[in-house]
């Protein structure tokens, strides 16, 4: 009878698991997209992986998480910029269109968008928080009385 009895396992020492994906090609990608405002998910998507393993990379690989960085900031400064704009307002070059008799005239004006008041706001409580953000301060004494203050002065 043959014996059918198998040597132990060893296990090597080094690398276990999966290859990884992961190549420094990556990191071009990763700062384009995080510019034009990717979500981890997307980028995930786009490489491929699942999240866990893209959180992974930002853990493993310095340079990843700092693309991932670089890019995101860009995309912020964009929004900044944009919502500051807004509640400001401004002004931009636009062209007029109009058809009269079948005659096509285009002519340059400027528009002028208003300032925006939620917008203002909103910079206003997250740049100048101690003036505009809205609080809610309880305080009670020792005589029970309980002092609520909702608003901007509360404190």
């Known amino acids: 009878m043959a014996d059918t009895r198998t040597a132990p396992i060893t296990k090597l020492p080094g690398k276990r698991g999966r290859p990884t994906k992961f190549t420094p090609a990556m990191l071009k990608q990763a700062r384009f997209l995080a510019s034009r405002g990717a979500t981890d998910a997307e980028l995930a998507d786009f490489f491929e992986v699942s999240e866990s393993t893209l959180n992974l990379w930002k853990i493993k690989h310095r340079d990843f998480s700092e693309s991932l960085k670089e890019g995101k900031s860009v995309a912020d400064d964009k929004v900044q910029n944009a919502l500051f704009q807004r509640a400001i307002g ?14 096509v005239t285009l002519t340059p004006i400027v528009k002028h968008l208003p300032p925006e008041t939620t917008a203002a706001i909103f910079w206003l409580k997250n740049r100048r928080p101690a003036e505009w953000r809205e609080k809610v301060d309880v305080n009670a004494n020792q005589s029970g009385e309980i002092r609520i203050v909702i608003g901007s002065d509360a404190g």
């Open 90 to 103: 401004y002004s931009h070059p636009d062209t007029h269109v109009s058809n009269h008799q079948g005659t």
